[in-house]
């Protein structure tokens, strides 16, 4: 089984500043790797994934995050903020093979909160 | 491209009414559907997900229920709602040809049960 630790439920952060929203991931087997947003009302879109090769992603808006398999960590970046960026953030993993391979574990969600 | 609807997008069902949420993928065949719920504070929990046609598996025990009756289609039911049914609904789907076993989620549904 897997599991996803989102360790802040809300970040404050002022426009133009960099954030970090923290996701650290427990899985006995390979996993794929997976950032969602989701706006006020609205269903979850994907951000950016990551399957293989490089362990740094990029997302077309900015965003990126980092595959760090010593430490589980799937940390999402960015270095400039914009008001449009407040959002509900969800880290997921699944597993690359075997059981539940087509389903997702999700964390609680992060909620960035960006202050003009 | 593919996409996904779900409907309604907001729902107010008294308790013990039944419910009928419905999603429809286009652009694809034999997909692998979810239904997920939403409630405040606590994350997305899966409540069903279907690999095929009629087939359908149960994550959570509960009043809810879910059916596959075409490829592309699918529907959460109650026949009796629970003021704890209340919540955000989100279908998905997943294919074969997709890679990474990314999951694509609809719009979202709001159920408020009075």
Do not use: M
């Amino acid at each position: 089984a897997q599991s996803v630790t989102q360790l802040d439920s809300q970040v404050p952060v002022f426009e133009e500043a960099p954030v970090e929203l923290r996701c650290n991931y427990s899985s006995s087997v390979s996993v794929y790797l997976f950032w969602y947003v989701q706006y006020p009302n609205q269903g979850l879109q994907l951000l950016l994934k990551y399957l293989s090769g490089s362990t740094l992603v990029e997302s077309i808006n900015g965003f990126e995050a980092e595959f760090n398999k010593s430490q589980t960590s799937f940390h999402l970046r960015k270095p400039s903020v914009h008001i449009s960026d407040t959002a509900e953030y969800f880290c997921a993993v699944t597993p690359r093979a075997g059981a539940g391979s087509y389903q997702l574990t999700f964390g609680k969600g992060t909620k960035l909160s960006v202050i003009p | 491209s593919q996409t996904i609807h779900q409907w309604p997008a907001t729902l107010v069902q008294p308790v013990g009414s039944p419910l009928s949420l419905e999603c429809t993928v286009e652009g694809t065949s034999n997909p692998n559907l979810y239904w997920y719920r939403q409630a405040a504070g606590r994350g997305l929990q899966l409540l069903f997900y279907s690999v095929g046609i009629g087939q359908i598996s149960s994550e959570v025990p509960q009043n809810l229920s879910a059916s596959r009756p075409q490829d592309r289609q699918f529907i959460l039911s109650s026949k009796k709602l629970l003021l704890s049914d209340s919540g955000f609904y989100l279908c998905a789907w997943s294919g074969q040809e997709i890679s990474g076993n990314t999951i694509y989620f609809g719009e979202g549904s709001w159920l408020t049960v009075v």
